[in-house]
């Protein structure tokens, strides 16, 4: 006889026909007649709706038991089941767009304004806390002369750095700003006259930059650039090109103009039961004893919009290959914002630990002082598909059989981390066996394109990366033909 309950192998529970039989046979035993005799007799009904209440207590044991693993768990079960393991669920949040406010010196703006994207239709953008545009924290500024004849130096100093150009008297409004723009030799600023106006336009090269600038008492400013974080109104993942949103639709006085520059950090909506057992397993290391594990953890759970983190260490006296420096870790970081990333891993690596990478970021530290957390973000390698599949006799194609072996491969590649391989059979050919009914073989064939021009050729079988680039796909390099 089969075990059930809770065995070695697992839970095993008694099925209907199994229940039903036992309680025939225990009946008839105890009344000497065949109860199964009549199949439409009262007792046989009567049974057989005792059977089917047993059977139900049986598969809800078994899913009591099921809700206890992330693996198997469902809904508001994964959520508690994740709970003992310190993780859970991503809510829905918003995108975030760094906005180039022009306006006003000293303008400020509060909560609650709106702006939008010249997009029909329009996607709206919130400031969640009041901010100011202001010389202080500028990324571009028009300045013009407080009076004119001006007395005394022009001076601007732009982060701590003066300039200076000495008045000869004889100079027009453009001709003394273009002496001031002379005496600017930052190259971290573009600096050009506007004549007409009479207006010293300085620009960051750095579109997203914030930076001081003071003025002596015989300039003003025109306008002043500020770039200020907005969210997306709805949660998820919105997109939007730069310089798309150029919209002011609720705003206090003083905001003249609005855009988008930079990157954007990405939203998300509601993990599912699917992302959420994947992310359980990635941040499941946040309380792991091992530095570069404990990293990675702490960025994927705490910073916004990363895909992707790749953790390295040289634990040598030596530069190792790779170029790190001895005793150092370099973290190659997908996604996300880059003072949230630098704060994770200063939080989370050791001490004495230096970091490696060319982004460079300051965090002040514990007792006011500068510490420099340097990582990396990957280089991207485009890889290009071609499936050549095979109809089944036996089953019908699916008519939408190139999206869905489109969606099969771009869901895996979404899933490729930093530094690995793209290795089709391993991880996608099985899934377009599963997800495309009729498809009896799937040639998969790559190629490596630096541009978004469809390569003659597609040479690999498996794409190789090394530790700081990281694979990736659109679905227009995905190409589905049929053999024969």
């Known amino acids: ?91 829905p949040v ?28 329009a996607t709206q953008l919130v400031l969640r806390e009041p901010k100011a545009i202001t010389r202080t924290a500028f990324n571009t500024a028009a300045i013009k002369l407080a009076v004119f004849p001006a007395h005394g130096p ?9 300039y200076t150009f000495i008045l000869k008297g004889t100079e027009s409004p453009a001709g003394a700003l273009a002496g001031l723009k002379e005496a600017i030799t930052d190259e971290a600023f573009i600096v050009d006259v506007d004549e007409e106006k009479e207006l010293l336009n300085i620009r ?4 997203v930059s914030s930076n001081i600038l003071v003025l002596s008492e015989n300039l003003t400013t025109e306008t002043i650039g500020s770039v200020i974080r907005f969210a997306t109104v709805e949660d998820g993942d919105i997109l939007l090109p730069n310089g798309i949103v150029t919209r002011i639709v609720k705003a206090a006085a003083g905001l003249q103009s609005v855009t988008n520059v930079g990157t954007y950090i990405s939203g998300r909506l ?6 959420f057992r994947k992310s359980y397993a990635d941040k499941i290391f946040s309380r792991s004893t091992r530095m570069l594990e404990s990293i990675r953890s702490a960025i994927l759970s705490n910073v916004q919009g990363v895909t992707s983190v790749a953790p390295y260490e040289n634990d040598s006296n030596v530069i190792d290959d790779m170029g790190r420096w001895p005793h150092s870790v370099e973290v190659v970081v997908d996604g996300g914002d880059n003072t949230e990333i630098a704060r994770q891993i200063l939080n989370t690596k050791a001490g ?56 099969v491969i771009l869901t895996a590649m979404d899933e490729v981390d930093t530094g690995q391989d793209v290795m089709p059979q391993r991880f996608m050919v099985p899934q377009i066996y599963d997800r495309v009914p009729g498809v009896s073989y799937a040639d998969i064939s790559l190629a490596i394109a630096q541009d978004d021009s469809k390569p003659e050729e597609y040479p690999l079988r498996n794409v190789a990366v090394i530790a700081r680039e990281r694979a990736v796909t659109e679905e227009k390099q995905i190409e589905v033909v049929l053999n024969g």
């Not at 139900?56 to 809904?75: F, H, K, R």
């Not at 960051?204 to 579109?207: H, L, T, Y």
């Open 204 to 207: 960051a090269v750095d579109e």
């Open 1 to 91: 006889m089969a075990d059930y309950g809770l065995t070695p192998q697992g839970p095993n529970i008694k099925r209907l026909d199994v229940i039903l039989n036992e309680l025939h046979d225990s009946m008839t035993e105890k009344l000497g007649v065949n109860t199964r005799q009549n199949p439409q007799s009262l007792l046989n009904h009567l049974l057989t709706n005792i059977a089917d209440r047993i059977a139900e207590l049986w598969e809800l044991g078994l899913d009591v038991y099921y809700s206890q693993y992330p693996s198997t768990a469902e809904n508001i079960d994964l959520d508690n089941a994740a709970q003992y393991g310190g993780s859970t669920r991503e809510t």
């Open 270 to 275: 509601k993990e599912t039961d699917i992302e």
């Open 94 to 121: 918003p995108s975030y767009y760094r906005i180039l406010c022009t306006g006003t010196d000293g303008a400020v703006l509060p909560a609650g304004t709106l702006i939008a994207s010249d997009t029909n239709p």
């Open 352 to 407: 004495g630990i230096n970091t490696y990478g060319a982004v460079e970021v300051m965090i002040p530290g514990e007792y006011g002082e500068d510490i420099t957390v340097r990582f990396n973000r990957p280089t991207y390698v485009m890889v290009w598909f071609r499936v050549a599949i095979t109809v089944s006799r036996k089953t019908a194609l699916q008519v939408d059989y190139a999206e869905r072996i489109k969606e």
């Open 154 to 162: 022009l001076t601007a100093i732009l982060n701590n750095v003066t």
